[in-house]
Nanobody
Framework: QVQLVESGGGLVQAGGSLRLSCAAS????????MGWFRQAPGKEREFVAA????????RYADSVKGRSTISRDNAKNTVYLQMNSLKPEDTALYYC?????????????????WGQGTQVTVSS
């Protein structure tokens, strides 16, 4: 089993930055694809970014590309999402997820483990 705990969310003004962290425990996730998803009230969960277990390949949603960077530290069993130039439409509950394949999938069903989420609120 893998437990994922997100942190780093908060309230920020438009144009600001946040760095989300996701700490994994229970077993190593070094061989897993790690992803970030988000869900706003009344909307479906959507893909934000994913990173291959090696850290060499990444994938981003068009809505955050150029403003966000996903990274991982396998020694710390932690994945990060640096978000810059935040917009009010980035407001959502952000989830970390781990999946056993290396496909960097946008599909939530490809991920086996999920955290509880960290709230990001961007004020205009």
């Amino acid at each position: 089993q893998v437990q994922l705990v997100e942190s780093g969310g908060g309230l920020v003004q438009a144009g600001g930055s946040l760095r989300l962290s996701c700490a994994a425990s229970g077993r190593t996730v070094n061989s897993y694809t790690m992803g970030w998803f988000r869900q706003a009230p009344g909307k479906e969960r959507e893909f934000v970014a994913a990173i291959h277990w090696s850290g060499g390949n990444t994938r981003y949603a068009d809505s955050v590309k150029g403003r966000s960077t996903i990274s991982r530290d396998n020694a710390k069993n932690t994945v990060y999402l640096q978000m810059n130039s935040l917009k009010p439409e980035d407001t959502a509950l952000y989830y970390c997820a781990a999946g056993p394949d290396g496909l960097l999938s946008r599909n939530p069903s490809r991920y086996n483990y999920w955290g509880q989420g960290t709230q990001v609120t961007v004020s205009s």
